[in-house]
């Protein structure tokens, strides 16, 4: 997987300045995490061609503002629920990056009361997420990564939303946040729950970047802790 990068002026007042776009796309014509501009691209090229998602970011100071899916994980039948999400940068040593989903619906509500419209796919601030209200116990997913290493620390969603692509979107985002950042590529070390295991084994991109199991790791979920429930393994009706 690799990253499409533009600049433009940015369509929302609010946002100011410029802002920079890159598109995850899962071809092999590039390295993985290769970060090409949109003028390097060969005559003819289709830019739309293997894009997973699309990313947008303040060109000033590359705060994260917008995800959307694109392509196969925009098709009807897969799509997941429309979610917005919070990221989070705690800067004491070692920095630790963090990034957390919440039901657009449930959002949209607290914002909605504040007078404020919050669109789906919208990436909000910390303090923004204090403003609505949000806490921990109201996210449906997260990830969080060392910002100086690309170590993934941890990959969680709730119960009720998996294999709903939700966990999908958390990587692509975090992954095209620190490309553009140009912070360290992904990459998950041989510690994971059972859980984690399963879900390596059917990854599509990136499966290079995980090293071997060495331990497994308790459940972050008490219902997990019996095993892996075979409605954590197969798509959703």
């Given at each position: 997987?690799?990253?499409?990068?533009?600049?433009?002026?940015?369509?929302?007042?609010?946002?100011?300045?410029?802002?920079?776009v890159?598109?995850?796309?899962?071809?092999?014509?590039?390295?993985?995490?290769?970060?090409v501009?949109?003028?390097?691209?060969p005559?003819?090229?289709?830019?739309?061609?293997?894009?997973?998602?699309?990313?947008?970011?303040?060109?000033?100071?590359?705060?994260?503002?917008?995800?959307?899916?694109?392509?196969?994980?925009?098709?009807?039948?897969?799509?997941?629920?429309?979610?917005?999400?919070?990221?989070?940068?705690?800067?004491?040593?070692?920095?630790?990056?963090?990034?957390?989903?919440?039901?657009?619906?449930?959002?949209?509500?607290?914002?909605?009361?504040?007078?404020?419209?919050?669109?789906?796919?919208?990436?909000?601030?910390?303090?923004?997420?204090?403003?609505?209200?949000?806490?921990?116990?109201?996210?449906?997913?997260?990830?969080?990564?060392?910002?100086?290493?690309?170590?993934?620390?941890?990959?969680?969603?709730?119960?009720a939303?998996?294999?709903?692509?939700?966990?999908?979107?958390?990587?692509?985002?975090?992954?095209?946040?620190?490309?553009?950042?140009?912070?360290?590529?992904?990459?998950?070390?041989?510690?994971?729950?059972?859980?984690?295991?399963?879900?390596?084994?059917?990854?599509?991109?990136?499966?290079?970047?995980?090293?071997?199991?060495?331990?497994?790791?308790?459940?972050?979920?008490?219902?997990?802790?019996?095993?892996?429930?075979?409605?954590?393994?197969?798509?959703?009706?």
């Amino acid at each position: 997987m690799w990253w499409l990068r533009s600049e433009r002026a940015a369509a929302d007042p609010v946002a100011g300045g410029r802002t920079v776009v890159v598109h995850a796309v899962a071809t092999d014509e590039r390295p993985d995490r290769a970060v090409v501009d949109v003028g390097d691209l060969p005559p003819g090229r289709a830019a739309s061609a293997g894009r997973l998602a699309r990313l947008e970011m303040r060109a000033d100071t590359l705060q994260l503002l917008r995800v959307e899916a694109l392509g196969e994980a925009a098709l009807p039948e897969r799509r997941g629920p429309g979610l917005v999400l919070v990221e989070r940068v705690l800067r004491d040593a070692p920095v630790r990056a963090e990034l957390m989903a919440f039901l657009h619906d449930d959002v949209a509500r607290r914002a909605e009361a504040l007078g404020v419209v919050v669109r789906e796919g919208t990436v909000l601030t910390a303090a923004d997420a204090a403003r609505l209200g949000l806490v921990s116990t109201d996210q449906v997913g997260a990830v969080g990564w060392r910002a100086g290493t690309g170590q993934v620390l941890e990959i969680y969603v709730d119960p009720a939303h998996r294999r709903r692509r939700v966990a999908t979107l958390l990587l692509i985002a975090a992954e095209g946040a620190a490309a553009a950042r140009g912070w360290p590529r992904l990459w998950g070390g041989g510690v994971r729950t059972a859980l984690g295991e399963a879900m390596l084994a059917r990854l599509r991109w990136g499966v290079g970047r995980l090293q071997p199991l060495t331990a497994v790791a308790p459940p972050m979920t008490p219902a997990d802790a019996a095993g892996v429930p075979r409605r954590t393994l197969v798509p959703s009706d």
